[in-house]
């Protein structure tokens, strides 16, 4: 039995801990995966947490380039994250921290700075014990307060990056109870040319897996089709599982139809059986079956949105992506967003922006592109095209007012060209003298008030909101008098900084220096998007 050791381990408390890893080739969705099985769980009443373990070295994701890496995720407490976080908040719909992402640099930065403090007296400083105790320790703290905790491990088994975490697991699963410890492998199963399912990347990505210790209980093979019987008995008898520990996870319409999928397998009974819940999990007539009804509502209509961007990567814009999805699961109406890039628009739309119903402009960082986003924008304004701009979408659609409605010839951020005449957005004085750029924007969940009789009061159906920002520029205090005597309306602050704007004639334009579709979930549709989506169909005339 398992004793209290500086590791952190307490046998009373009595969690679950599910580890995911992935083999063969990173991409394949064992974050998906992951989430969908904390989903199942939730829904059979537990309490459900997850940690992303990320291999590489940046201590946080925020320097990281989207383009390169996707989306950096912002939680409530200012965290800048890997995407992965996003997709567990929204399918476990639940606020995480910092603490649940654990990177290398995190466990080495932490560990170096006990050392150089002599906290380890004299000895000296090891893989093991030493970062393994604290991936340990980081784990069972994330786990506080929850019934189970999911531990996904970024990357592939066998990169040379994972192996002091998988180690950590290792030592992880001998700490444990058996019962409360269940490794979930995630593998390719590719098609050959003749249409036959290939198990032997699964077969060698397992003997990896077995090489270091971990005997996975559960083998997920994701395959555009179903597991063949024939395919799951060979892979159970090459890995060393029984059958019923082989699930199928095939490519579905809808990330969110993943949970659907794998309860129709039964990988949400495996685990409780494993874990000897079946007992506690809800009853038949106490499962919440939200998820489902939200998921595979029917939808009445469709719209297309314009998505001007900068970065030509899907994930890079994935909560954004999400968060009009949810907005149309709310409204039952299918959003057709599609990219189009800012740069292209520079000179002109060029028709291209004459057949969408609604144009969305994100954030993003640097110069390049910002032309096409104010033209865009432009566009927008005179065209009454319902608007949502997010970030340095809101600053883009200040200089686009300050130029060409308050008459501000050059004016644009002081980020983008530093000789412009008219510093319109300019930088936030606390960002002034900065060293340091990873973790030192105004970041996290802050307050904003908001005007009653504006549209920003109806959307929110209250005077305040509460909503996450990653920015270091602001609206310049000395142009927001000229610009709302021009008519544009700073409907939402936070003390000294413009939050939300609007234009009242306009059918919808809209935009916020934060990022609402961080807080946006399946279930839980962001005020803005779903007012987006509502000044669509009052354009087009919908009923």
């Known amino acids: 039995m398992p004793t209290e050791s500086d590791t952190g381990y307490d046998p009373s408390l009595g969690r679950k801990f599910i580890f995911v890893t992935g083999g063969v080739m990173s991409g394949l969705g064992k974050g998906i995966t992951a989430a969908s099985t904390g989903r199942l769980l939730a829904n059979a009443g537990f309490d459900v947490t997850a940690v992303k373990i990320d291999p590489y070295l940046n201590v946080d994701a925020g320097t990281m380039n989207p383009f390169q890496h996707g989306e950096v995720y912002v939680l409530k407490d200012g965290g800048e994250v890997d995407l992965d976080l996003g997709n567990y908040?929204?399918?476990l719909d639940i606020d995480m921290t910092f603490d649940h992402n654990v990177t290398t640099g995190k466990v080495y930065e932490h560990v170096i700075n006990k050392e150089r403090a002599g906290d380890y007296l004299g000895k000296t400083v090891q893989i093991i014990p030493h970062i393994t105790d604290d991936i340990k320790r980081r784990i069972r703290e994330a786990a506080e307060g929850s019934d189970v905790c999911i531990i996904e491990v970024g990357g592939t088994v066998g990169d040379i990056e994972g192996m002091p975490f998988l180690e950590a697991l290792r030592q992880f699963a001998?700490?444990?109870?058996?019962?409360?410890?269940?490794?979930?492998?995630?593998?390719?199963?590719?098609?050959?040319?003749?249409?036959?399912?290939?198990?032997?990347?699964?077969?060698?990505?397992?003997?990896?897996?077995?090489?270091?210790?971990?005997?996975?209980?559960?083998?997920?093979?994701?395959?555009?089709?179903?597991?063949?019987?024939?395919?799951?008995?060979?892979?159970?008898?090459?890995?060393?599982?029984?059958?019923?520990?082989?699930?199928?996870?095939?490519?579905?319409?809808?990330?969110?139809?993943?949970?659907?999928?794998?309860?129709?397998?039964?990988?949400?009974?495996?685990?409780?059986?494993?874990?000897?819940?079946?007992?506690?999990?809800?009853?038949?007539?106490?499962?919440?079956?939200?998820?489902?009804?939200?998921?595979?509502?029917?939808?009445d209509d469709e719209v297309s949105v314009a998505l001007v961007g900068k970065y030509g990567l899907e994930d890079a814009?994935?909560?954004?992506?999400?968060?009009?999805?949810?907005?149309?699961?709310?409204?039952?109406?299918?959003?057709?967003?599609?990219?189009?890039?800012?740069?292209?628009?520079?000179?002109?739309?060029?028709?291209?922006?004459?057949?969408?119903?609604?144009?969305?402009?994100?954030?993003?960082?640097?110069?390049?592109?910002?032309?096409?986003?104010?033209?865009?924008i432009?566009?927008?304004?005179?065209?009454?095209?319902?608007?949502?701009?997010?970030?340095?979408?809101?600053?883009?659609?200040?200089?686009e007012y300050a130029r060409n409605v308050l008459g501000l010839p050059g004016a644009h951020s002081a980020e983008l060209d530093s000789e412009t005449p008219h510093p319109v957005i300019d930088l936030l004085p606390e960002q002034k003298d900065l060293d340091d750029m990873g973790g030192t924007m105004r970041l996290g969940t802050h307050i904003t008030e908001i005007k009653e009789?504006?549209?920003?009061?109806?959307?929110?159906?209250?005077?305040?909101?509460?909503?996450?920002?990653?920015?270091?520029?602001?609206?310049?205090?000395?142009?927001?008098?000229?610009?709302?005597?021009?008519?544009?309306?700073?409907?939402?602050?936070?003390?000294?900084?413009?939050?939300?704007?609007?234009?009242?004639?306009?059918?919808?334009?809209?935009?916020?220096?934060?990022?609402?579709?961080?807080?946006?979930?399946?279930?839980?549709?962001s005020p803005p998007f779903v007012g987006f989506l509502d000044g669509i169909h009052a354009t087009r005339g919908d009923n």
């Open 89 to 91: 908040e929204r399918f």
């Open 174 to 299: 001998h700490e444990e109870d058996e019962e409360d410890i269940l490794f979930t492998h995630v593998t390719l199963v590719p098609y050959s040319k003749n249409g036959e399912q290939k198990t032997k990347p699964t077969q060698h990505s397992v003997k990896e897996l077995r090489s270091i210790g971990l005997q996975p209980d559960i083998l997920v093979g994701r395959s555009p089709n179903p597991l063949d019987a024939e395919t799951r008995e060979k892979i159970a008898l090459f890995c060393d599982v029984p059958v019923d520990a082989v699930f199928s996870n095939p490519d579905v319409e809808d990330i969110y139809h993943v949970p659907l999928a794998l309860e129709e397998e039964g990988l949400d009974q495996y685990v409780l059986d494993h874990f000897e819940l079946t007992e506690s999990a809800a009853t038949a007539e106490a499962y919440d079956t939200t998820w489902r009804e939200t998921v595979t509502r029917e939808t």
């Open 317 to 376: 814009y994935i909560s954004i992506h999400e968060a009009l999805k949810h907005a149309g699961l709310q409204r039952k109406t299918a959003v057709d967003s599609h990219w189009i890039h800012s740069e292209e628009l520079a000179d002109g739309h060029d028709g291209r922006l004459d057949d969408v119903d609604g144009i969305v402009v994100p954030g993003g960082f640097g110069a390049r592109g910002t032309e096409g986003k104010i033209e865009a």
């Open 378 to 399: 432009r566009y927008a304004r005179e065209h009454d095209v319902p608007f949502l701009g997010l970030c340095l979408g809101f600053q883009m659609a200040v200089v």
């Open 453 to 525: 009789g504006t549209l920003a009061h109806e959307l929110y159906d209250g005077t305040t909101c509460e909503e996450r920002h990653r920015h270091r520029y602001e609206v310049n205090p000395a142009y927001i008098e000229d610009l709302e005597e021009a008519g544009l309306v700073f409907s939402g602050t936070s003390g000294r900084r413009m939050e939300i704007l609007e234009l009242p004639e306009h059918p919808y334009f809209f935009g916020t220096q934060f990022h609402p579709e961080f807080r946006s979930r399946p279930t839980r549709a």
